[in-house]
Structures are given as C-alpha cells and as structure tokens.
C-alpha cells in the first residue's frame, strides 16, 4: 500500500503536478503512517480523498468541463470551475494544480475578450471575439481529455497569474 501511494506520488511529481516541496511532505506523511486510505480500490488517486465519489482523473476533467457551462447559463463557465477547485484544492495536489491552470485560462480568457470588445470598435474586434470563443472551446476540451489521462496541460496563450 504504502509502495503504491509512493510510486503515485513521485508520477504527479515526475509529471510537474506536485512542486518537489509538496512531494516531499507528502512522502514523508506516508512513510510516517499519517497517510489513511479509504478504501483499497486501486484508483490513479494519490491521497485518495473524496472528489464526490469521482477519480482523481475524472473529478479533474469535470473541472475543465465545467467551463462549458457559460455556454448554457452565463457566468457560470467561470463560477463553477473555481467552486469544484476551491472545494478540493487543500485535499488534493492534482486538483489543485488544474485548478490553478484553469483560473489563469480563465482570466487570461476575460482579459483578452475585454481588449476585443475595445477592438470592436475598429471591427477587427469582431472576428477576434469569435477566434478567442472558439479557442476557448477547444482548449476546454484538450485540456479536459489530458486531464483524463491524468495529464496537466496548460492553455496555449494562457498568462501565469496564479
């Protein structure tokens, strides 16, 4: 058990998901016997916390997913996927790193979409606005199927803000 959480561990590490200072308290957490597993099942989560009875990989692709939602209800393709992050950031590395890439997509997204309303004005706003909404979608998708294969991809044009 305490093999396997490590082995884990140190591919969330390998993959730049976990920073080598959270890699090493949590190492240390396991090897000390602080580290209780709910269950045994053998999902790709490393704390194995509760992501609402969701993998690790699956609760993180829900989190990408959720910017869709804008599309359906306004506001809420940015609302929700900061909620599911900050529910479970303190619980889980992977969650957290996700959730960090996906804020700074998120205001990156808004940022450039205020300079195209400005540039509509000129009208080369216009075909901008509709590039950056279809980037938005594509990216939300690539970044939702990496995040299923327990990968972190971060958004092309994306700035680092947080």
Same mark, same amino acid.
């Given at each position: 058990?305490?093999?396997? !959480?490590?082995?884990?561990?140190? +591919?969330? /590490?390998?993959?730049?998901? @976990?920073?080598?200072?959270?890699?090493? /308290?949590? &190492?240390? &957490?396991?090897?000390?016997?602080?580290? /209780?597993?709910?269950? #045994?099942? #053998?999902?790709?989560?490393?704390?194995?916390?509760? @992501?609402? %009875?969701? #993998?690790?990989?699956?609760?993180?692709?829900?989190?990408?997913?959720?910017?869709?939602?804008?599309?359906?209800?306004?506001?809420? %393709?940015?609302? +929700?996927?900061?909620?599911?992050?900050?529910?479970?950031?303190? &619980?889980?590395?992977?969650? !957290?790193?996700? %959730?960090?890439? $996906?804020?700074?997509?998120?205001?990156?997204?808004?940022?450039?979409?205020?300079?195209?309303?400005?540039?509509?004005?000129?009208? $080369?706003? $216009?075909?901008?606005?509709? +590039?950056?909404?279809?980037?938005? $979608?594509?990216?939300?998708?690539? %970044?939702?199927?990496? +995040?299923?294969?327990?990968?972190?991809?971060?958004?092309?044009?994306?700035? &680092? @803000?947080?």
């Amino acid at each position: 058990m305490k093999y396997d !959480d490590l082995e884990q561990l140190f +591919a969330l /590490k390998e993959k730049g998901i @976990l920073s080598e200072q959270e890699y090493q /308290k949590e &190492k240390e &957490k396991i090897l000390n016997g602080e580290q /209780k597993r709910k269950s #045994t099942s #053998t999902t790709p989560t490393v704390l194995n916390q509760d @992501l609402f %009875g969701l #993998t690790e990989n699956s609760y993180c692709t829900l989190m990408h997913v959720s910017q869709l939602l804008g599309i359906v209800i306004p506001g809420l %393709g940015f609302v +929700a996927p900061i909620v599911l992050w900050v529910v479970h950031k303190d &619980k889980n590395a992977a969650v !957290d790193a996700h %959730g960090r890439v $996906i804020l700074n997509w998120i205001v990156s997204s808004l940022i450039y979409a205020v300079v195209c309303v400005v540039l509509a004005v000129i009208i $080369i706003g $216009i075909p901008m606005l509709i +590039a950056l909404l279809i980037a938005d $979608i594509v990216f939300v998708v690539m %970044g939702a199927s990496k +995040a299923n294969e327990g990968e972190l991809w971060k958004y092309p044009m994306s700035l &680092k @803000l947080f």
